[in-house]
């Protein structure tokens, strides 16, 4: 292994960090191109989870701090709404290459604070640099139709604007990716970004805002990117009921974002949701099982079970469930686990030992429901917040399999047709993710069609999890009906105005309505 904190110190330090603690106006949690230096000094400590040891400390914001910050984005968004969106672009396509330039250090800060091991860090910022060069793109095509109209000499469109300043609330487990899936398609809609991360992955931001600023530097910008570090139920709340954010972008739980939604609602201000998952796969008879095995492994035990597409149930026909179970059985022990920065290993630990507790909660409710337990189910000797991969033998009538437990738990189900199968993968509140493995077209179709996955995401041959940027992400149902990324998510961050121009000399109404004054 190389020396990775050799590394990550360099990095902190390349972009004026401290790699340690207690150093009170080291690292600030608050920024808007400027670092804030709150009155109060509030600690907050990121652990790594793979050992429970601090990593570094972040002096987080306080009121008068957040203050600066929504009025200086608000200020900021009164010129940047101006600059032509392909100009805009351009400032998006420098931060894809500053963020090309720190990918490798950055990737394994994410690794070393959130815990998923170094190939998905890396992934995570090749997401962020993904997002950014498709930015750049819809910036010059941010259009909306003309539309015929009923009246001679009439012209009619809709064209799109900006909105002002978006907050996005994000959570642990992406704690990049999902801000530049925010933050790219903002900046070039012409919108101003105010970001509160999640308080488990408070140093990935705050190099995130390094580069940033590094960026805005050279162009003279300020108030585009601005960051808010501290607590949900201070700054997080704050945010929700402020009238002057008329977008919040929230990922994470669903007891969160039912709380967000009804918050930004009675406001009339927008939200976007992505919540939690509890996504399935349904496994044909004639599906290829060498696929599915793979596929499987990935979807279940990779990021430990920590991903919102992250599979939680599978669903087997009942003549290969047998022989399918048995290779899974096999394969979970040779899993390694171990320090995500380590070569070889492909679980990391869990973000904290709330987390494990959770975990360790779900396989109580598992035994007391009448689940069978597989394999795993442990905790392993070691420091660090690491459980055991577990698949569980799984009956429908299993209330805890109908919840999302954000740990590596396989929920294993059989079916007879795949009707019932659909019918029992529809049958929760969540609406993330699905897929099917099958070789017939019919059955593909099927799930497919309305008939089918009523999820935001399905998926033919692959797992559930491991999306691309180009298509909109997001779930249906308790899920909170979001679409962020690629498509035309980009409409969440515009306001849509309709037009109608009269070229003519006359007044005529619509419908054919008279109106005359004699
Ligand atoms: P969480 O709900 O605990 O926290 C999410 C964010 O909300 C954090 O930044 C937190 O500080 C903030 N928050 C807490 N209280 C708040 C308040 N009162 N007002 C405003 N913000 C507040 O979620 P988590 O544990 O960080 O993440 C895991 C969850 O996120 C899982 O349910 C997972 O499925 C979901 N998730 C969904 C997606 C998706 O795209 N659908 C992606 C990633 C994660």
């Known amino acids: 292994m190389t020396d990775v904190l050799g590394e990550i110190k360099k990095f902190f330090s390349d972009l004026g960090l401290q790699l340690e603690l ?43 701090a957040y203050e600066k910050v929504i009025s200086t984005a608000a200020e900021a968004f009164t010129s940047w709404r101006i600059v032509p969106a392909p100009v805009r672009g351009e400032v998006v396509r420098d931060l894809g ?67 002002g300043v978006v907050g996005v609330i994000s959570a642990f487990n992406f704690p990049v990716a999902v801000w530049a899936w925010n933050a790219a398609l903002a900046a070039v809609c012409g919108d101003t970004v105010v970001w509160k991360p999640s308080s488990d992955a408070p140093l990935t931001a ?12 050279r162009h003279d910008l300020h108030g585009i990117f601005n960051l808010l570090i501290g607590p949900g139920r201070s700054v997080g709340e704050r945010l929700i009921n ?29 939200s976007i949701l992505e919540l939690g998952g509890n996504n399935a796969i349904i496994v044909a008879d004639d599906a290829d099982l060498d696929l599915v095995l793979r596929a499987v492994l990935f979807a279940a035990v990779g990021t430990a079970g920590q991903r919102c597409t992250s599979l939680r149930r599978l669903f087997l026909q009942k003549a290969i469930a047998p022989q399918l179970i048995e290779r899974l059985v096999k394969a979970y022990p040779s899993i390694t686990i171990g320090d995500p920065l380590e070569d070889g290993v492909l679980m990391g630990p869990l973000v904290n030992e709330r987390a494990v507790a959770d975990h360790l909660a779900a396989l109580d409710a598992i035994r007391e429901q009448g689940g069978e337990i597989l394999c795993g189910g442990g905790r392993p000797d070691r420091e660090g917040f690491f459980v055991e991969p577990t698949i569980v ?18 929920y294993v189900f059989e079916y007879e047709t795949f009707d019932e199968a659909v019918a029992m993968h529809n049958s929760v509140d ?58 035309d998510s980009w409409k969440g961050y515009m306001r849509r105005q309709t037009c109608t121009i009269n070229w003519g000399g006359e007044l005529p109404l619509a419908q054919g309505v008279k109106f005359e004054v004699e």
Not at 25 to 50: F, H, M, R, Y
Not at 51 to 58: K, L
Not at 137 to 145: A, D, E, N, T, V
Request: proline residues 5%.
């Open 242 to 270: 402020d009238e002057r954010v008329p977008l919040v972008s929230f990922t994470g739980s669903t007891k969160m974002g039912r709380h967000v939604a009804e918050t930004t609602a009675r406001r009339f201000g927008r």
């Open 393 to 410: 033998k799984a009956h429908p009538d299993m209330e805890i399999a109908r919840e999302e437990t954000f740990a590596p738990i396989l």
């Open 97 to 163: 290459n500053e963020l090309r330039v720190f990918k490798d250090p950055l990737g394994r800060l994410v690794s070393l604070e959130m815990g998923k091991i170094l190939s998905e860090g890396l992934g995570e910022v090749q997401e962020m640099i993904d997002m950014c060069d498709f930015a750049v793109g819809l910036s010059r095509q941010l259009y909306g139709p003309n539309m015929p109209s009923e009246r001679p000499r009439h012209r009619m469109y809709e064209q799109w604007h900006p909105l």
């Open 206 to 217: 705050v190099a995130v805002q390094h580069i940033c600023n590094r960026v805005m530097k």
């Open 430 to 487: 969540q609406g993330l993710s699905s897929a099917v493995f099958t070789e017939s077209m019919r059955t593909a179709e099927q799930f497919l069609s309305h008939e089918g996955s009523d999820c935001g995401i399905a998926n033919v041959n692959i797992g559930t999890s491991g999306a691309e940027i180009g298509g909109a992400f997001g779930g249906e149902k308790h899920t909170g009906g979001g679409r962020e990324a690629g498509s």
């Open 22 to 64: 207690g150093i009170k106006d080291s690292n600030l949690g608050a920024c808007t191109g400027e670092w804030i230096v709150p009155d109060e000094k509030k600690e907050l400590v990121s652990i790594n989870p793979a050992d429970g040891e601090p990593i570094a400390s972040i002096i987080q914001a306080d009121e008068a």
